[in-house]
Nanobody, 132 residues
């Protein structure tokens, strides 16, 4: 049974920074691509960032490119999302997700990483609230 445990809910003023963490247990962390998604009120789930199992390939959604950074520490079984210069529109529930890698040497692509249906396990979600 694979479980993903995320950071607690966070609040920050506009212009501030936060770092979310998601720790995986019950499986071999390096067997999973990892992703971050968000879902703001009244919106569909949106891809935020993805990272392959080795941590040498990353992809970002257009709305966060250059502002957010995804990283992973395989020794700690943890994936992070560093969020800088936060704005009101970044308020959302952020969820991490794990995708079991069936072919470790296969090419990791952005189109693959951004689809929620490709992920096998999900964290409980972290509410991020940005205030003026």
């Amino acid at each position: 049974q694979v479980q993903l445990v995320q950071s607690g809910d966070k609040s920050v003023q506009a212009g501030g920074s936060l770092r979310l963490a998601c720790t995986t247990s019950g499986g071999t962390f390096s067997n999973y691509h990892m992703g971050w998604f968000r879902r703001a009120p009244g919106t569909d789930r949106e891809f935020v960032a993805g990272i392959n199992w080795r941590g040498d390939t990353t992809f970002y959604g257009d709305s966060v490119k250059g502002r957010f950074t995804i990283s992973r520490d395989n020794a700690e079984n943890t994936v992070y999302l560093q969020m800088n210069d936060l704005k009101l529109e970044h308020t959302s529930v952020y969820s991490c997700a794990a995708d079991l890698v069936m072919a470790p040497n296969a090419r990791y692509t952005g189109s693959y990483s951004r689809h929620p249906a490709m992920y096998d396990y999900w964290g409980q979600g972290t509410q991020v609230t940005v205030s003026a």
